[in-house]
């Protein structure tokens, strides 16, 4: 039984869908072109094991969502993603990270080139304040000194993608901090977006906002996806069940966390394969 | 997921690579000294200042090339980078060169007999063994003493009305020993001349009550942050005792603080310890070891290093270096002492 | 139905006698800032009232400074202008040196070395700050001068066509040029400690995202942390300011005292307010020491302005924050 109906609103393509492990057979080994998968990663803070062997397939032009109580590492795992993991003092990590096929912890790799193509949207918003909404939508690009011939459209674009356009196109000349929290996270993603990246994460990008502006949110991503990879950390499972194709679901008994099971969305919402899976659906725990 | 794999796997840093950065840090190093070399070689710099200037400017240059090898963020990253850290390190280069001149040229004029004698029977251009600075040390101390006798009561007594009694007028107070630590040296200096010294000549005590006006905003400052980290607990279960505020402050508070207190006291100390201006106006100078308080001058380390500056002779100049030793080790030790038992208190 | 809230009670409560009196106590020491403040200004302006009298507003804006002869039959005459100008000229000198310090010291500490390292330079720079003002003075003229001497002959050379590089004469000792680098020294400290506390309180998840749209360092420091930081370097360099415009030791040894209206920052001649008021106290005579009692206003006054500032835009850029 395909659940279609409990991913509601969503338009996505199903056909260029890779499984994850345990999928579907004859989806195995297809790897999207812009893929994102991981292989064995591991994570230490000092001598902390905070994950264990994370291996996952990102499909491409998908939503992925990682699901999961709290403190079980999924927000560590999505920053070694971006490599904003090695930030934190202290930390240490084992596996490798693909990003098209190359290995973003490999020795010489750029890693601020590596950003611009993989995104990422916080919790809290945080929009520049010293920049106007305009500024801060190009940010990216002047960070990284990169040259834009018509800088207009472009920002139409990428505000208009973030679902903000009709709202902020008088005022583009306004400051950063003077938007709604909702407008502000909008923002963020209309900057994560003008650097063009591949790959855009996700930490629970709704938690801060209410449940209106949150609805939008969740109706960017999903519009996004169908041109770009999304991982997506949230604690809300409805939001998870609305808005991914994929998740997985992360679980610690105390130890290091680890997946306990990955599939597709429908799968993991009804019949998932590990009991443990079930009671966190089902909202026995979490 | 079973935990076979976590004993196989280690933790690894690969975002660390000092093979990296040490294939990028040898060149740049080795062309830009060598850069150093000609740019000295054809300019009018010398000197090791000199060489360090060329240097700082040749490391830019080879920096911001090796840089644009990748692209211009990187490359003026680099070159920011470089600017800060000599922005930093040139700084401390006049704080080195203090001190090793203080002591160096100091220690000339240290010997066995320098801290039992005084300045009665010697002139400042007389030899190095003879003299000493006895009277300038006992001075500073009786000088610092009454003023702190009266800079330390008053400074708690602010901070106590500040954080205890939090009365309405709190935000005056605080402002007014705000502008008072604006207060110029030589201002307080003036004004204690004008009341107690003319007409009746200098005195240790004018020169205390000097150095007291410039003591307790730091003293009041520093007492108030201390006594805001007392927890609120403490005396609100004091006053659920039904203690009185008198007796909650003086046998609660105050002894909780009195280690950060004491720090209070010896940072206002140490900031005074070295003033000259307001002393030259009022104590003055006496060659003589004294440890009467009014009616005539007394001695005091900084007055005594101003007074062989401006004799100006080679062995006076070298007196008044080893006087600067002297006080300077003194401010260090009182300083360190201080913020050593705040750390303490704190933690 | 009844929407009006009740009337508040007055809580009062009466204090023992023993708080009444411990009150009173601390309320009055604590006014003894305040005191002393009007005593000092009070002191000051009823001595200078009959200067000012005299002289009128010349007193500020010309610069002859001369006690007078009776033998000479010379009438006294005093003016601060040039020491007003000289305070002026030598304590911004000290801070335009000192700005780019200030910066890169506090962005050093602050971004670019690890916690641990920080706390050693960093007491190690607050010892620094406790280095009396004569040892300064000590050592700026009898070490730093051959070199800044030295330093200004060639900027004179070079660029002696500006005209406040210009000299009259070929001796760049004593000159504003060497006190304002003793002073960039002396207020280093004070300025680096405040604005290094503001760096430090850069929203961190702006500096997060700049990473994350791959930003390099010195890219998320200008994006987020030197816009955010701006109020507090202004409030500590106006902090350092106002130290430099009442430093005394430092610039007499430092400075040849001229008593003339000075644009020439290399030339050996110029001074400030306090160093007049260090050296012609001694022999003043009443009504010298009144006129000398009105420079130490004029400089008392200026300085409380400055610092007032500083409060100012600390604590605004404090409160920006919360």
């Known amino acids: 039984m395909d659940d279609a109906t409990i991913q509601t609103g969503s338009n996505m393509n199903t056909d260029s869908h890779t499984a994850p492990l345990g999928g579907d057979p004859l989806d195995e080994g297809r790897v999207g072109i812009n893929g994102l998968q991981t292989k064995g990663v591991h994570v230490w803070f000092n001598k902390h094991h905070v994950l264990e062997d994370i291996s996952l397939d990102f499909p491409a032009n998908s939503v992925t969502g990682l699901i999961g109580p709290s403190g079980c590492g999924k927000s560590t795992f999505l920053r070694v993603l971006n490599r904003m993991h090695e930030f934190i003092p202290g930390a240490a990590m084992a596996g490798e990270v693909f990003l098209d096929g190359k290995e973003i912890y490999a020795p010489g790799v750029d890693v601020t080139a590596m950003r611009l193509k993989v995104g990422m949207v916080f919790q809290k918003p945080n929009p520049f304040p010293s920049m106007t909404i305009g500024q801060n939508v190009l940010a990216g690009l002047k960070l990284a000194n990169i040259k834009v011939k018509d800088k207009d459209s472009l920002l139409e674009e990428c505000l208009t993608r973030a679902g903000l356009w009709k709202e902020v196109k008088d005022r583009l000349k306004t400051s950063g901090g003077s938007l709604s929290g909702g407008q502000q996270q909008r923002l963020c993603i209309a900057r994560a977006l003008a650097v063009k990246p591949d790959v855009l994460l996700m930490d629970e990008p709704c938690s801060a906002l209410d449940p209106a502006s949150t609805l939008k949110v969740e109706e960017t991503v999903v519009q996004l996806s169908s041109d770009m990879t999304i991982v997506i950390v949230t604690h809300n499972m409805q939001q998870a069940a609305r808005v991914s194709d994929h998740c997985a679901f992360f679980l610690s008994d105390g130890g290091p966390g680890v997946i306990v099971e990955a599939d597709r969305t429908s799968v993991i919402f009804s019949t998932p394969s590990d009991p443990r899976t079930a009671d966190y659906v089902q909202g026995r725990f979490g | ?347 | 139905m009844q929407t009006t809230a009740p009337e508040r009670r007055q809580i009062t409560s009466v204090s023992r006698p023993s708080d009444k009196a411990f009150q009173g106590v601390v309320t009055t020491g604590a006014l003894s800032a305040f005191v002393v403040l009007a005593l000092i200004a009070g002191f000051l302006f009823l001595r200078s009232t009959e200067v000012f009298r005299i002289f009128g507003f010349d007193f500020i804006t010309t610069s002859k400074w001369d006690s007078g002869s009776v033998d000479d039959g010379r009438a006294p005459q005093f003016g601060v202008a040039a020491m007003l100008l000289g305070s002026v000229i030598v304590a911004t000198m000290a801070m335009i040196f000192a700005l780019p310090f200030v910066m890169g010291t506090s962005l050093f500490l602050e971004y670019y070395i690890s916690r641990r390292i920080r706390f050693v330079l960093v007491s190690i720079l607050d010892l620094m700050a406790a280095i009396p003002s004569i040892i300064y003075g000590l050592w700026g003229y009898l070490v730093l001068m051959p070199y800044a001497s030295h330093w200004a002959a060639s900027i004179n050379k070079y660029l002696g066509w500006i005209p406040i590089f210009a000299v009259d004469r070929a001796n760049f000792d004593a000159s504003p040029f060497v006190a304002s680098l003793v002073l960039c020294l002396m207020i280093l400290p004070i300025a680096s400690s405040v604005t290094r506390e503001v760096y430090s309180r850069a929203p961190q998840d702006q500096i997060t995202a700049a990473y994350a749209l791959g930003a390099s360092r010195w890219g998320a420091i200008r994006a987020v942390v030197l816009p955010f930081g701006l109020s507090g370097l202004v409030g500590g360099m106006l902090l350092g300011l106002g130290r430099a415009l009442g430093e005394t030791i430092a610039v007499l040894l430092t400075l040849n005292l001229v008593f003339a209206v000075k644009f020439q920052v290399l030339a050996s001649a110029g001074g400030n307010v306090a160093s007049l008021i260090a050296s012609k106290f001694g022999e003043a005579g009443p009504l010298e020491l009144k006129a000398l009692m009105a420079a130490g206003l004029v400089l008392f006054m200026l300085t409380l302005l400055v610092n007032f500032g500083a409060a100012l835009v600390v604590s605004r850029a404090a409160r920006s924050t919360k």
């Open chain 2, 1 to 347: 997921m079973t935990t076979s794999t976590a004993s196989l796997v280690t933790p690894r840093r690969p975002w660390v690579n000092r093979r990296d950065v040490f294939k990028e840090l040898i060149p740049t190093l080795v062309i830009s000294g060598a850069l150093a070399a000609v740019i000295v070689n054809f300019t009018g710099l010398a000197g090791p200042l000199g060489s360090y200037v060329a240097f700082v400017f040749a490391y830019l240059s080879v920096s911001f090339l090796f840089g644009m090898r990748h692209d211009k963020v990187k490359a003026i990253d680099k070159v920011m980078t470089t600017l800060v850290c000599a922005g930093f390190f040139t700084a401390f280069i006049p704080w080195v060169s203090i001190l090793f001149t203080v002591f160096k040229r100091g220690a000339s004029a240290i010997y066995w007999g320098y801290f039992s004698s005084d300045m009665s029977v010697t002139s400042g251009d007389d030899e190095l063994n003879m003299g000493g600075l006895s009277h300038a040390i006992v001075g500073s101390g009786i000088i610092l003493l009454i003023a702190s006798l009266i800079a330390i009561p008053f400074g708690i007594i602010t901070a106590v009305y500040i954080t205890e009694i939090k009365g309405r007028l709190s935000g005056l107070v605080r402002v007014m020993v705000q502008s008072m630590s604006g207060v110029p040296s030589i201002v307080a200096g003036l004004f204690v001349f004008t009341v107690m010294v003319t007409g009746k000549g200098f005195s240790a005590i004018s020169g205390a009550v000097a150095l007291s006006i410039l003591m307790l905003p730091t003293v009041a400052r520093t007492a108030e942050e201390v006594l805001k980290l007392i927890p609120e607990d403490l005396r609100t279960s004091a006053y659920a005792l039904g203690a009185t505020q008198t007796a909650t402050t003086f046998r609660i508070v105050l002894p909780a603080a009195r280690a950060g207190l004491v720090t209070a006291s010896m940072l206002g100390v140490a900031r005074v310890g070295g003033e000259t201006a307001p002393l030259i106006m009022t104590s003055f100078y006496l060659a003589n070891f004294s440890t009467d308080f009014s009616g005539h001058p007394l001695a005091s380390l900084p007055m005594y290093i101003y007074q062989n500056f401006t004799n100006g002779t080679d062995l006076a100049l070298s007196r008044a270096w080893g006087g600067a030793a002297v006080l300077l080790s003194l401010i260090f030790i009182i300083f360190t002492i201080a913020r050593l038992a705040s750390g303490r208190a704190k933690g």
